[in-house]
């Protein structure tokens, strides 16, 4: 659920990184993908395997000090209804006013990573290092603005690099076939595979030459968590319970109608079509173009809550893509309301509370990545959003709360052992891969 852990966020951008990273070193099988993610094939073996350890102790097991495990739960309840902990002095770094604010370091090695409460945001030293600052005000009597911003370093990395490694992504998938993509992460990634099999699984693989000159990409992946192993019994019931019945959809579309991506999520089914052209995203239908500076992605996404489905459909977000020389990224923002399906005694409950996050200037969620001479390169977050507490909220809330309640009791520990395992195996792939190309 959206916001409500107080110490760890990212998650769609470290996702991206990872399987730039990833596959742009590993579905080449050629020197230019690998150099792509550096300035020579050292440069970017160090920028993969810092990388890689980043998200591997950022991902993984984690240790937290007495007070910001306090208060965890606290925030779990509070996400939709901050008033429950608006006034809760243990819960927040300082106070001034109408204005509270919570400060949060990580770091350590995978496996041995630390998150505790601080009085002022640390600076980034080395690559896992982590900071967030989150804050509340409280805008009226129930009228509230969540405000939070994360950064984790990856090391040396610019945000070029990673441009790079993108575009030569693109150029490789474009040129291969079927079984060259499968064997690829097959052979060149043994270890990765054997540590994501258990839980996910690649069905289909289709890759087709569009008439207009490109290819056109068209993937299944299934995750079947019954077949995980005993040490992750836990986790298991978790994604059974709250990630398959919960349906997703997402399409990417611009102000001439063309379709730039298209990705599902049924069941235990993930779908994902997009075309590539000359190293970039081009339209899935129509003639090859540049994917424009801003485009938009409309969401439909329903889960089960009891017998009931709750969610929203045609939730469509206006995305600005940044690519500035030392910024890469999007900007994301929220200013119409979605349709809510929600069970008949709730939908007649005040609706004006759920109008409220999308007026003036809405939700707005930006990711992306950062650097600078001299300092670590970062993976960035910040979103935004006002709320008004209502009756519904507070029905929503519950169900959140629960979600969380459930994710810490057992399935959160072996969920980051699950992870840590991938990362590190990713890691140790790339490693083989970057060894092998040096030789050669």
């Known amino acids: 659920m959206i916001h409500s852990s107080p110490d760890r966020d990212l998650p769609s951008t470290l996702t991206l990184v990872a399987l730039v990273v ?19 094939p050292a440069a970017a073996r160090t920028n993969a395997d810092q990388i890689l350890t980043a998200l591997a102790a950022y991902f993984g097991p984690v240790q937290r000090d007495a007070r910001l495990a306090a208060i965890r739960p606290k925030f779990a309840r509070a996400a939709l209804v901050p008033s429950r902990v608006f006034n809760d002095t243990s819960a927040w770094s300082s106070a001034e006013d109408d204005s509270r604010s919570l400060e949060i370091a990580g770091s ?49 990395v610019t945000s070029a690099d990673f441009a790079n490694a993108l575009t030569a992504l693109f150029t490789v998938i474009e040129h291969a076939n079927d079984s060259s993509f499968r064997a ?53 019931k978790y994604l059974d319970k709250y990630s398959r019945p919960t349906d997703t959809e997402l399409t990417a579309y611009d102000d001439a109608g063309r379709q730039w991506w298209h ?9 994902l079509d997009f075309a590539v052209h000359n190293g970039s995203l081009v339209p899935l239908t ?10 938009h992605v409309r969401v439909d996404f329903s889960t089960r809550a009891w017998i009931f489905r709750v969610g929203a ?24 309301e979605p349709d809510w399906q929600l069970p008949p ?10 109008k409220r996050p999308f007026q003036e200037s809405g939700i707005m969620l930006e990711e992306g990545v950062h650097d600078a ?6 993976l960035s977050s910040e979103y935004r959003f006002v709320l008004e507490e209502s009756s519904i909220m507070r029905w929503l809330g519950r169900l959140g709360g629960s979600a969380m309640s459930d994710f810490q009791q057992g399935a959160e520990l072996e969920a980051n052992v699950f992870m840590y395992q991938a990362f590190e195996a990713m890691r140790q792939d790339l490693d083989a891969l970057s060894a092998t190309t040096a030789n050669r």
């Open 22 to 40: 990833l596959l742009s070193t590993s579905l080449a099988g050629c020197h230019d993908a690998t150099v792509a993610l550096g300035s020579s």
């Open 313 to 336: 459909s045609n939730a469509v977000a206006d995305v600005q893509f940044i690519g500035a020389p030392h910024d890469k990224g999007f900007i994301a923002t929220f200013t119409h």
């Open 108 to 156: 350590g090695a995978p496996g041995q990573y630390h998150l505790s409460l601080v009085t002022a945001a640390p600076t980034l030293a080395r690559p896992g290092d982590y900071r967030r600052d989150r804050h509340l005000t409280k805008l009226s009597s129930s009228e509230y603005e969540w405000l939070a911003h994360d950064d984790l370093a990856i090391g040396s």
């Open 286 to 295: 129509g003639a090859v173009a540049r994917i424009p500076d801003q485009i």
């Open 263 to 271: 990705v599902t999520k049924q069941d235990a089914r993930i779908t």
């Open 373 to 378: 001479p001299g300092h670590e390169t970062s």
């Open 184 to 236: 690829a992460y097959r052979t060149e990634l043994p270890r990765t595979t054997a540590a994501l099999s258990p839980l996910y699984t690649v069905d289909t693989i289709h890759l087709a030459r569009a008439a207009s000159g490109g290819t056109e990409v068209h993937l299944v992946v299934r995750s079947h968590p019954d077949s995980l192993s005993p040490a992750f019994s836990h986790f298991a």
């Open 345 to 354: 005694l709730v939908e007649r409950m005040l609706r004006a509370p759920l």
